[in-house]
């Protein structure tokens, strides 16, 4: 089945403990991205990868790395996370300039 | 700047009542505009893509349009089973060429009552 998996699906942390979120897509898309959802503000786009080894900062990046060393794969780190980084995360991927697939989400909550 | 605004924020039909959900947008080159469909937590599901002017599509019950400055998302006797938050989103053509950055609007969230 064609899909675009994260994990964890849920996770409370405490303010400066580094973290990783995983994401990998099995369609052998190019183009991979990390968005973070929030009330009243809608979908937010942090990075996005076009290609291996090939990343960009989207709209909201501060606080935010990721690599993408595998094409299927494009984990997104936290390095110090903080209370205003509480929110739900959605990894995505797509063909070239096309519509983006993406997973069911993942729901951070940092104490 | 780069903005899309969805309208309403929030609409209750009741089944079969027919309307339109609205997207209008503000983006330096429009490469192409998707419609998704959002469940309580779940991820947004796509819908549509429409790349020019006068472009429509369609779908069961849904039919999204595009003009030069917006977009609708028809809703034909919808049914309970519609009910969902209903997200647009344009793709921008940057420097240089397309990019991969989408802008998404706050939503639409559609409640269809039996």
């Known amino acids: 089945e064609a899909q675009v998996t994260q994990n964890p699906r849920y996770l409370i942390t405490v303010t400066g403990k580094k973290l990783t979120v995983t994401c990998s897509q099995n369609?052998?898309?190019?183009?991979m991205s990390w968005y973070r959802q929030d009330p009243g503000l809608g979908l937010r786009q942090i990075y996005y990868?076009?290609?291996?080894?090939?990343?960009d900062k989207g709209d909201v990046p501060e606080g935010y790395k990721v690599s993408r060393k595998e094409k299927r794969n494009f984990p997104l780190i936290l390095e110090s996370p903080s209370p205003n980084q509480t929110s739900l995360y959605f990894c995505?991927?797509?063909?070239?300039?096309?519509?983006?697939?993406f997973g069911p989400g993942t729901r951070l909550t940092v104490l | 700047e780069d903005q899309v605004t969805q309208s309403p924020e929030a609409l209750r039909l009741q089944e079969g009542e027919s309307s339109s959900l609205n997207c209008s947008y503000t983006v330096s080159g429009l490469r192409g505009l998707f419609w998704y469909r959002q469940d309580p937590g779940k991820g947004p599901e796509f819908l549509f893509t429409?790349?020019?002017a006068g472009e429509e599509k369609e779908k069961e019950r849904l039919k999204a349009t595009l003009t030069k400055k917006e977009s609708f998302l028809h809703i034909t006797a919808p049914k309970p089973e519609d009910s969902a938050t209903y997200l647009c989103?344009?793709?921008?053509?940057?420097?240089?060429?397309?990019?991969?950055?989408?802008?998404f609007g706050t939503g639409t969230l559609l409640a269809v009552q039996p």
């Open positions: 429409l790349y020019s």
């Open positions: 369609m052998n898309h190019e183009y």
């Open positions: 989103a344009v793709q921008a053509v940057g420097y240089g060429g397309a990019t991969n950055k989408l802008i």
């Open positions: 990868s076009m290609n291996v080894e090939v990343t």
């Open positions: 995505a991927s797509s063909p070239a300039w096309s519509e983006q697939f």
